[in-house]
């Protein structure tokens, strides 16, 4: 598990994990509605992280609690 | 057109890497990589923010480093002890230039080192009393300091010194912020983890203490994060964003002041020079304060033309005309530089070698002087600033991450560049090589290079040092070709 910053930009979510100092756009977002938010995401770079599904953030930047699936660190 | 073709230089890399031993030469060639600007990642290209490999000459930093040198030490009224032995307090002693208004010793103190001199029986006891009554010394001695910040050092770390607690009992004796920062110098790889953590300590000890409190806001409000003022940087870029009608509330760090510091959430946009040392902290403000923050580069004409737009994009009709007047005003002034300086550096080749920024953002500059950088490489940079030089470097131009004194040197050896930019470590070297050499980190005791002032100093000191007649004067007299013979030499008969 890890702490992760999720902001939007022009051209949707981008990943940020401060520890790591890596970002990277994300591709696709499991659950993106209002109710419903998170899940799987996959990034630009290939990785895959979890979040759990939760209701969607009031704004952006903002942090949560993400779990490794697969990929490069 | 780079110095060599694609081919060429990934021979040239193979033929750098082959004095190393197998496993030393798959580790380097991770880190050296040829330019393609098509890619959109560099991840597969280039590996970075890794150990330096045991045994090569790194230029590197450490985390103290990062965080005294660059971003505690030139907050101009808050002292930064330099809490350990007295060695790294005293060579990060103002080295990096950082000018600023005001009387050192009594109002700033950047200049100055403040140390515990730690001893052995600090190392076997504990330095904690120590710091205490430093800390008591300190207050006595400079009451208008604002602030203070305990820079760790190795051996605090080492021998597990609770500085927390000494600074939570100064702060409450002394009703001022007195904020722990655990930069010691074996954490991390190079100085950008010291950037990292100063800025978490900045997060947790400083950024918070005005919440609530109340600020004659305007709409204009602005902060510069990431400029240090080196050589008086910041100052030429602060008159360009006052003069299109923004109020600049913060400077970060350089001539900055702890109240500004604490001011700074209130703004309405950050403005981000340095990337690499200060993204921390803007993300941070914009995730807690709704505070957007921009990358902007104030290095040549070109560039600063776009950042301004950038920056007025986010403000009214006011600003936009405010930044296109800025625009207008300053060019046939800039005009005039590059009228005069473009023809005697027109079509010069330079490497750069610098920390997390400037490898990139100066390529602008020499474009507009049309000089061509043909290889660029960060001493700590990460991935991410790679991702952003890979769009502003040509192709099959040389990419190098953490570069060895080896390397650089044989790069230099097959590109032949006409100018070198990188920092003190590296001058001495290459002048003894013959080659033309400035100093991008501290801009080589001039400056300001930032803003449009900056563009012209910049530009003179480029002409200043590339057309310097003493580099054709570098061959030694017993290399020349005799144009007599001695023995012909009626003197020497005579005699």
């Keep these: ?73 | 057109m780079a110095a060599l073709t694609r081919e060429e230089t990934e021979a040239l890399i193979q033929e750098v890497l082959e004095v190393y031993p197998e496993k030393a030469k798959k580790d380097r060639a991770k880190h050296l990589m040829v330019n393609d600007k098509e890619l959109e990642s560099s991840k597969k290209c280039i590996t970075s923010n890794r150990k330096s490999l045991p045994g090569v000459m790194t230029m590197r930093g450490c985390a103290y480093a990062g965080s005294k040198g660059v971003l505690w030490g030139p907050i101009k009224d808050v002292i930064s002890i330099s809490h350990g032995p007295i060695g790294c307090g005293q060579y990060s002693r103002a080295g990096r230039r950082n000018y600023y208004i005001g009387t050192s010793g009594v109002d700033s103190f950047c200049e100055m080192n403040f140390t515990s001199d730690f001893q052995e029986k600090d190392i076997v006891f504990g330095g904690d009393k120590k710091l205490a009554k430093l800390i008591n010394e300190i207050e006595g001695l400079f009451p208008l300091n604002k602030g203070i910040s305990i820079q760790s050092e190795c051996p605090v770390g080492l021998i597990g010194d609770d500085i927390e607690a000494v600074a939570k009992k100064a702060a409450k004796e002394l009703n001022k912020p007195v904020v722990p920062v655990r930069c010691e110098g074996f954490r991390g790889v190079s100085q950008s983890l010291g950037h990292h953590i100063a800025n978490d300590s900045v997060r947790d000890w400083i950024i918070t203490n005005r919440d609530g409190h109340p600020f004659e806001k305007t709409p204009y409000d602005v902060a510069i994060l990431g400029d240090y003022n080196v050589g008086g940087d910041a100052w030429a870029s602060r008159i360009l964003l006052e003069e299109m009608g923004l109020r600049v509330v913060a400077q970060w760090s350089g001539d900055g002041t702890l109240a500004e510091m604490e001011n700074t959430p209130f703004v309405k946009l950050n403005l981000l020079h340095c990337y690499r040392s200060m993204n921390y902290i803007s993300r941070y403000m914009e995730e807690k304060y709704n505070i957007p923050w921009i990358e902007y580069n104030f290095f040549g004409p070109s560039k600063i033309k776009e950042s301004l737009r950038k920056i007025a994009s986010f403000f009214d009709d006011k600003i936009k005309e405010g930044a296109e007047r800025v625009i207008e005003k300053y060019t046939p002034s800039m005009e005039a530089v590059i009228a005069k300086y473009k023809p005697r550096l027109q079509g010069k080749k330079v490497m750069l070698y610098v920390g997390g920024l400037r490898p990139r953002h100066t390529v602008g500059a020499y474009e507009d002087l049309g000089m061509e950088v043909v290889g660029a490489g960060y001493e700590f940079a990460h991935n991410d600033d790679y991702d952003r030089t890979i769009k502003e470097m040509g192709d099959a131009t040389l990419i190098y991450d953490d570069v060895t004194g080896y390397e650089f040197e044989e790069f230099v050896k097959a590109i032949k560049p006409d100018l070198i930019g990188s920092g003190i470590k590296e001058k001495y070297v290459f002048h003894k090589m013959g080659v033309p050499f400035r100093q991008l980190h501290s801009w080589d005791y001039s400056g300001p290079y930032h803003g449009y002032d900056g563009f012209a100093v910049f530009a003179r000191d480029m002409d200043m040092t590339l057309n310097n007649p003493c580099w054709n004067m570098m061959q030694t007299p017993w290399q020349e070709k005799p144009a007599k013979s001695l023995l012909k030499d009626p003197l020497l008969k005579a005699a």
């Design chain 1, 1 to 73: 598990m890890a702490n992760i910053m999720i902001r939007k930009s022009d051209k949707g979510y981008v990943f940020y994990m401060p520890k790591r100092d890596i970002e990277d756009s994300i591709t696709s977002m499991e659950f993106d509605t209002p109710e419903k938010w998170g899940g799987e995401i996959k990034l630009g770079n290939g990785g895959a992280y979890y979040i759990e599904p939760q209701v969607a953030p009031e704004r952006l930047p903002y942090s949560v609690r993400a779990r490794r699936i697969d990929g490069v660190e």
